[in-house]
């Protein structure tokens, strides 16, 4: 931790000898992607500016002028600093609570410390408007929901199982601003994240604000001043906003806290759902997870779960695909008919595919081809795209071709047409009859009759959480369909005795995670174990060697694997804490002799 004596301005006045000797400064963390400068540096403070803990400022360094933040301000009897330049803006990026944060953070995904103060940061230079205060709100209905109606202060975490229907949003937060605090709303996708503000908008209006990547850097900074200096403010935004600071927060809801858009590919690889639960922790307030499908993450921070409704999606009914012939096409007969008679009664389809074009099977017999090596899908070429191990004929039948899981949206969409026309089918958005669609194109999707394409892409997918993520999106897809007479969703799998399958029909995700996660945890995997990817490409020669001997007994090096020019290693414990520091280190000498690094820390795509 950063030097941080008391006493200076705040404290009792200084004579004229004393002042002349003591110089009030600050250390000051320059904008510099380098764990070289995570300390900071001591800067003299001129008069007139009055810099905090978390200001902006400039300072000189190394003969340029950088951008840097205040981490610790006191009096040191110091001569010949250099001085901070100047002040930009006036509302603190950070404060005590928030920067302890952004400390650990920094440590867990073994990123230098800038990068995670550049995320609590606005885009431009934040400057306090005229504080005129929200209007009163009117009266605030409370959610039905027991757990929720209790949330107030304090850091109680609750995972919901299901979708947070927007009027309990609107009821959970508005009671929040009614009492003066700020709610931080977090959605997995911008298009979510719109819809969300539209609707609190309407309600509740101004005090309302967005932020995220796809808003212009004036309206971000315009929402990260009000979220960070007027109490009562509902932010509403994509992962970014998850750092940033909040006058008095009361509430943080993440929306889909198991999706992909949660988490940072860049480094750092933060994931805005652990960084909200250490916030909530350190700066006491509610933290509301919720996804239709829960992660083993969340699970595994809340003991109790909140149901949303009774169940998070309809009716599933499976088709076997097992015993189509080789070459059958892409919808089994009875799903042919399905479609045939939705659109006969009027009534809206959605097809569902998710192509994996890493994920191959054997197109004689069906089998997942899997690397004998690792045991990861290989890919369709000669070499395991992981683990660079030869592969050969499909270990089932000796077959040599393959093809990938799922199917392209214009396959699909060109099977449909020749079922029930041509002007029958189109894109989401289209208003046609039946949709055709993927991942993307769900949070906009309502349908009478799903029509999952072909379920075997996720549940094979070669990584530790396919389950879970399978169910998840299955179920999402799945949900598309809605609740009611004679909504369902038809899908298509040549293994239906699969547990992942077993869970859509049954509608018990939180039971199926909870075995999936000790399933997990036995292998060491997260959440019951930790893993620390590294990417590293241009390093000079026999430096392969040292992460291996460095980290040594501490945890499981597996790796370095070649891919594209660069070597990868997995780094696999229950506890990781002490080796990420052995990590940073070798990392930071990496960097600093020229090689390009990325760490991922509890990668998803593993
Ligand atoms: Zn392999
Ligand atoms: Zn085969």
Known sequence: ???????????????????????????????????????????????????????????????????????????????????????????????????????????????????????????????????????????????????????????????????????????????????????????????????????????????????????????????????????????????????????????????????????????????????????????????????????????????????????????????????????????????????RAAVADGRRVFMFTDRRTTTMRCTSCRTIRRCENCGAAPGGGGECRRCGAPTGACAQCGGRRFEALGAGMSRVASEVARIVGADKVGEAGSGRPVLVGTERDLPMIAADLTIVVDADGPLMAPTYRAAEDALRLLARAVAAAGLGRGRRALLQTSDPGHPVIGALLKGDPVAFVREDSARRAALGFPPGGEILVVEAGGLPPGADRELAHEVGTRAAVLGPAESGGSLRWLIQARDLASTRAVVRGVVGRWREGGARVRVDADPIDL
């Not at 002042?19 to 963390?29: E, F, H, P």
């Not at 908008?201 to 007027?230: K, L, M, N, P």
């Not at 932010?235 to 909040?246: D, F, H, N, Y």
Request: hydrophobic fraction near 45%; aromatic fraction near 4%.
């Open 1 to 339: 931790m950063a030097d941080d004596v008391q006493g200076g301005r705040g404290g009792a006045p200084l004579g004229p000898y004393r002042r002349a000797q003591v110089a009030l400064n600050v250390r000051v963390v320059p904008d510099v992607p380098s764990f070289a400068v995570d300390d900071g540096f001591a800067y003299a403070v001129p008069e007139g500016l009055d810099p905090t803990v978390g200001s902006i400022v400039r300072v000189p360094l190394g003969g340029r002028r950088v951008r840097g933040w205040v981490v610790a301000t006191g009096a040191e009897a110091r001569m010949g600093l250099r001085e901070v330049l100047s002040m930009s803006g006036d509302v603190p990026a950070f404060d005590r609570a928030l920067l302890g944060v952004l400390r650990w953070a920094a440590a867990r995904y073994v990123a230098p410390l800038a990068t995670l103060l550049a995320k609590a940061s606005p885009p431009n230079i934040p400057r306090r408007g005229k504080a005129a205060g929200y209007a009163p709100l009117g009266s605030i209905e409370s959610p039905e929901q027991p757990a929720l109606r209790d949330l107030g202060t304090g850091s109680r975490t609750i995972v919901v199982a299901g979708r947070v229907p927007l009027a309990v949003l609107a009821a959970l937060t508005g009671r929040q601003a009614a009492a003066g605090r700020t709610s931080l709303i977090v959605a997995a996708t911008a298009a979510e994240a719109d819809a969300v503000e539209s609707e609190l908008r309407g309600r509740f209006g101004e005090r309302v604000v967005s932020g995220g990547s796809h808003r212009s850097g004036a309206e971000v900074t315009r929402s990260w001043v009000a979220g960070a200096t007027e109490a009562g403010t509902i932010v509403v935004g994509t992962r970014e906003v998850a750092a940033w600071p909040l006058a008095a927060p009361g509430l943080a809801v993440v929306l889909g806290e198991g999706r992909r858009g949660m988490k940072d590919k860049a480094t750092p690889t933060v994931h805005a759902r652990d960084l909200l639960a250490k916030r909530a922790a350190a700066e006491r307030f509610s933290l509301v997870l919720s996804d239709v499908v829960p992660t083993a993450e969340a699970l595994a921070r809340a003991g109790s779960v909140s149901a949303i409704g009774s169940r998070g999606w309809g009716l599933v009914e499976v088709v076997d695909r097992r015993a189509d012939p080789p070459g059958a096409g892409l919808l089994a007969d009875v799903t042919a008919g399905a479609l």
